[in-house]
């Protein structure tokens, strides 16, 4: 959140009828109301492709390129109204920079940073829900238009006893809509891919589990204030401190951090001394959270970070509402399957993935070799900056490689017939970290330490 020295004059309750024209004064939260708008957009997004072919026919231009920008606005636009999990997958794929059209890639990196807030009205009505009074009665101060609005919720400016306060508050209906989108969702999707329920209720649990955690704003608080604690000491980050009587189960304040978000920080031209400690600080963080926490923020996108060139590079470090706590188990097989010793044992890496559920007893050879070889290249690739001691991330060739080899696996042959998921469940948001982490350090153009030996 950018460092703003000094707020407007509180607003009256009065004042909230003044929101902006594109605040959002009601979200559709019940599973028809959802699946009403879900069906909305699909029938604009087949009209555009009607229209698409229709001027192609004629001889008139009309380019993929311009559908998928049509068809991109559109959709986000929905999710933008819908919220929660919906918007929360689109947050997602957009960290995936190969995954999707770039149309879609760059609405949906919005996602990362603002969507339409909520209306003055609403958010008093939170406040009068959890507190029985208005925002100006609790704060001194208490700015009415969000500051910045995401998926779960928006965050408003505000000041007590003169400590400048972030206020999160949390979009109504949000966890009753998370569970209503997978039960929507689930259904289709299991047709379209032709798997059973059983099949994927492990992956399903796993991502409704952790959507749902971050609705709690009450576990939020307690997982912000221990790992900020415990990763205190570590040098070049900075935590909010959390302030419980201001918080409630859909509402959450702490320290107003200082900084900008990666895109607006590039712009001012760092010098590479400050990309290479902002990225370290980041890295060791992650280290120390795998390594010894056992558990890791497992949302790194953009929006979760506020750099600074204070100091040489600081980093502030948002938002413990997706933690992800990692069995003793899956921390020893997923650093086991990273290290050069598995890579250059064919058997060892056999066994570590039939522990991961990666191969199977009653697979054929044919698969069973496929998998090895793809798993072993991949593996290489991918776990390339844990085996080397320093590791420039700033090399164009090595993200390059990635999507290639993403690109290449996209067109096996195998992997397009062999539809059922496989792997441990834990690993989707292990992996969603570490994607994560590489695609900030990637764009920062950062050369790290990464403690290999």
Known sequence: ???????????????????????LDSLPTTKVARAARFAKTGLKV?????????????????????LHQANAAELYGALSEMKGSVLKVAQMLAMEKNLLPTAYADQFAQAQYQTPPLSGPLVVKAFQTAFGKSPFALF??????????????????ARKDGQLLAVKVQYPGVADSIRSDIRL???????????????????????ETRLLEETNYVLELQRGTDIGARCAHLPHLEFARYYPELSAARILTMDWLAGQHLKEFLL?????????QLGQALWDFY????????????DPHPGNFLLRSDAGGTVGVLDFGCVKEIPADVYALFTALLTTETLADETRLADLLTQAGVLRPDDSPARRAFYLRTMQASLELVGRPFRQPT????????????????????????????????????????????????????????VVQTGAR
């Open 287 to 298: 280290a120390f959270q795998m390594h010894t926490l056992r558990q890791v923020h497992a």
């Open 391 to 446: 590791f420039d991330f700033g090399d164009p060739a090595y993200m390059q490689a990635l999507y290639a080899l993403g690109d290449d696996l996209l067109q096996q042959p195998e992997l397009r017939q062999q539809r059922e998921p496989r792997g441990s469940e834990h690993f989707i948001y292990l992996n969603r970290t570490y994607v994560g982490l590489y695609a900030l350090l990637t764009e920062l153009g950062a």
């Open 46 to 66: 087949g009209a555009n492709y009607v229209k698409h072919y229709a001027r192609r026919s004629v001889g008139a231009d009309s380019s993929s390129a311009d």
């Open 140 to 157: 001194d101060e208490f700015d009415l238009q969000a500051r910045q609005a995401a998926s779960i919720g928006q965050v408003h400016q």
């Open 268 to 276: 001012t031209e760092p010098s590479q001394a400050v990309r290479n």
């Open 185 to 207: 969702v689930k259904p289709i999707a299991l047709r379209v891919m032709g798997l059973s329920e059983a099949q994927v209720r492990p992956y399903l649990e796993e991502v």
């Open 1 to 23: 959140m950018p460092e703003e020295p000094e707020l407007p004059a509180p607003l009256p309750p009065s004042a909230a009828a003044g929101a902006p024209a594109s605040s």
